[in-house]
């Protein structure tokens, strides 16, 4: 059983930044970041590879938003620059624990994910 608990969410002004932490209570593998907006689907964000050798973005964050990890501390993180109001939504960190190669780019690629942390956007 792996936890995973988000934290750096919280409300910024557009064309400002916020970075997302989530740490996980054990060791995994592939790990993502998903957002959702109220009446919206759930969408995609980013997700790292354990080695972080391969990274993926959604079409909306490329080139604004970064994902890392840190191994030893079993934490990823989101950079997330020049945000805009579209990006308000909850966020979710999603881990897997199993042995993958590929990049996992959607939400059931994954066995573990966190409760979400809120991130508004004023313009």
């Known amino acids: 059983q792996v936890h995973l608990v988000e934290s750096g969410g919280g409300l910024v002004q557009a064309g400002g930044s916020l970075r997302l932490s989530c740490a996980a209570s054990?060791?995994?593998?592939?790990m993502g970041w998903f957002r959702q907006a109220p009446g919206k689907e759930r969408d995609f964000v980013a997700a790292i590879t354990w080695s972080s050798t391969n990274t993926d973005y959604g079409d909306s964050v490329k080139d604004r938003f970064t994902i890392s990890r840190d191994n030893a501390k079993n934490t990823v993180y989101l950079q997330m620059n020049s945000l805009k109001p579209e990006d308000t939504a909850v966020y979710y960190c999603?881990?897997?624990?199993?042995?993958?190669?590929?990049?996992?780019?959607?939400?059931?690629?994954?066995?573990?994910w966190g409760q979400g942390t809120q991130v508004t956007v004023s313009s």
């Open positions: 999603a881990a897997d624990t199993g042995i993958r190669i590929r990049l996992g780019l959607r939400w059931e690629d994954y066995n573990y």
């Open positions: 054990g060791r995994t593998s592939r």
